[in-house]
């Protein structure tokens, strides 16, 4: 409810102040994730990442994690950073990735998914417009930039593998849990 709370301030903001943008988007998506039309955690665990609970492997303190930690805190360190390309670099690539899961999912599922029109609208043109602007910009380090797009696709890539990884160490622990079925006897 916080980022859903900051939405129009640091929206309006970010018309005059550039390095606010990817902030400002990332609220639009998580306010639509999680607060209007909401759905995000069965969206993505059942539908996704293919498990029968909504809130398994990814659930609200993860989620907290993942958005706040990782989200405000780069948008805050790419912000904060003006001469440091590799927090924006990190930040527009996982604007993209996020972007890319949305979009992806919901052309093969032909289904909306929660965040699909603000990763589509605004994830999207924000990494790449962010991205091309550091491209082009010949003092950026290429180092620098490298090391953010690096960094940007590793975070991005790594959510999925993670929580798969949790609910294989779930099925090893309860290996006969409800997600398995066994016929009555008899």
């Not at 409810?1 to 903001?13: F, H, I, Q, R």
């Not at 990442?49 to 805190?73: A, K, M, Q, S």
Request: glycine share 10%; no cysteine; net charge positive.
């Amino acid at each position: 409810m916080v980022g859903a709370a900051a939405l129009l301030p640091v929206t309006a903001y970010a018309v005059s102040d550039k390095r606010a943008r990817p902030l400002a988007a990332l609220l639009w998506h998580q306010t639509e994730e999680w607060v209007w039309p909401g759905g995000f955690l069965p969206w993505i665990n059942r539908a996704v990442l293919d498990y029968p609970e909504d809130e398994f492997p990814l659930d609200r303190r993860t989620g907290f994690w993942v958005n706040v930690g990782f989200g405000w805190g780069l948008s805050a360190l790419a912000f904060a950073a003006k001469d440091a390309p590799a927090p924006a670099a990190a930040l527009y690539v996982s604007h993209l990735g996020n972007a890319g899961l949305h979009v992806g999912w919901a052309i093969k599922k032909r289904r909306r998914d929660p965040g699909l029109i603000s990763a589509a609208t605004m994830l999207l043109p924000v990494g790449v417009l962010g991205l091309r602007e550091l491209v082009k910009d010949g003092s950026v380090s290429r180092k620098q930039l490298a090391a953010g797009i690096a960094a940007g696709t590793v975070l991005s890539a790594a959510l999925a593998p993670a929580m798969k990884l949790k609910i294989r160490r779930r099925r090893r622990a309860h290996p006969r849990d409800h997600w398995t079925y066994d016929p009555p006897a008899g």
